[in-house]
């Protein structure tokens, strides 16, 4: 089976002392989890190295950053590069956010660049795709997200890509309570593998997590996993919220 994964997206929130505090929680509720399944905290960049001491050595749970630069290292102040990441031992790394891409101008060749320095740096990128509203409404959502992989991930080997996850999602659904149905999920991470196989095969595609993102919440969790191509979610605003995040980690296929 897949991985099937739980990824928390902290984005801007929580005092080091919240975080701590967080984190604690949902470790002490001592989740049974199968070895196909994880957790990954995407922390703010000043909290990596406490959190992924809290995690441990626990082989389920991991720590992720929220973002690296494009470029192998220089004179980009305030920056923080995938080799500094790996150097702390952090092995998962957010790619492509939509708020990254709006408000960061962030582009397809820039992410392009982003996936090279985390793969060059053995960090597992998770690549995030999605469409605005506009676009779901014009019923070209499946043209954008194909656009979007092409750009910034198809120049990768087989190999390379057996190693990401992506995360759809849809800009519409991010913190605004709206989530797609378990239809419209289904059926646009059907077709992010069909997009991955008409490249790689089939093979390569069978091999990638998918994760929803967009209001998962614990009330909904389960059904959206459930659908056969959603591998799990990347989860805002209810990973915040320790037994919010403890129930959709146990809804995990
Ligand atoms: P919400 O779960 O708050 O909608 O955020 C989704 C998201 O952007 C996760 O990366």
């Known amino acids: 089976m897949r991985n099937q994964i739980a990824a928390a997206n902290w984005k801007m929130n929580l005092t080091y002392q919240q975080a701590e505090k967080l984190l604690d929680e949902i470790l002490k509720a001592q989740i049974e989890l199968s070895t196909h399944q994880q957790v990954i905290f995407a922390v703010p960049a000043p909290y990596l190295t406490m959190a992924k001491s809290e995690v441990g050595r626990d082989k389920n ?76 409404e014009s019923g070209t959502q499946n043209e954008y997200v194909a656009q979007q992989l092409k750009d910034s991930l198809f120049h990768l080997s087989a190999a390379q890509v057996q190693s990401i996850i992506i995360a759809y999602e849809p800009i519409w659904a991010i913190g605004t309570g709206k989530t797609a149905t378990t239809e419209q999920a289904q059926e646009i991470h059907a077709f992010l593998r069909s997009v991955i196989s008409s490249q790689y095969g089939q093979d390569t595609a069978d091999t990638i997590p998918i994760l929803y993102g967009g209001s998962v919440k614990a009330g909904n969790a389960a059904e959206l996993f459930a659908c056969p191509d959603v591998d799990g979610g990347l989860v805002g605003g209810a990973s915040l919220v320790a037994q919010d995040f403890i129930t959709i980690i146990k809804a995990l296929k």
């Not at 960090?123 to 795709?129: D, V």
Request: proline share 3%; with cysteine.
């Open 61 to 136: 749970f991991f720590i992720a950053a929220q973002n690296c630069h494009h470029k192998k290292s220089g004179a980009f102040t305030g920056e923080i590069s995938a080799e500094m990441l790996q150097s702390l031992g952090i092995k998962y790394c957010v790619i492509g956010h939509s708020e990254r891409r709006e408000y960061f101008q962030e582009t397809h060749a820039m992410l392009a660049d982003k996936m090279d320095q985390c793969l060059e740096n053995f960090i597992t990128p998770i690549f995030c795709c999605g469409e605005p509203l506009s676009i779901r």
